[in-house]
């Protein structure tokens, strides 16, 4: 199974590829930006076509929490 992780320079994406060599049957690919933009849809299509994944995790986070909840 080939996963492709977004956002891999998040803790959970990083924890999820230290795991997958663990599972013979498992191959992990993580994509950030830019690269892997979760905003703009060709960044998406294309890391689907290079990785061809069978399961698409999405780890990609806004964490500046503070400024999340002044922005609106």
Do not use: F, H
Not at 30 to 52: S, W, Y
Request: overall charge negative.
């Amino acid at each position: 199974m080939r996963l492709l992780i977004a956002g891999w320079q998040g803790q959970v994406a990083r924890g999820l590829v230290e795991m997958a060599p663990g599972d013979p049957d498992v191959t992990a690919c993580a994509v950030g930006r830019p690269a892997l933009d979760i905003c703009e849809a060709k960044t998406i299509e294309r890391a689907m076509v290079n990785t061809r994944p069978d399961v698409v995790i999405n780890s990609a986070a806004y964490t500046a929490v503070d400024k999340a909840e002044s922005e609106t």
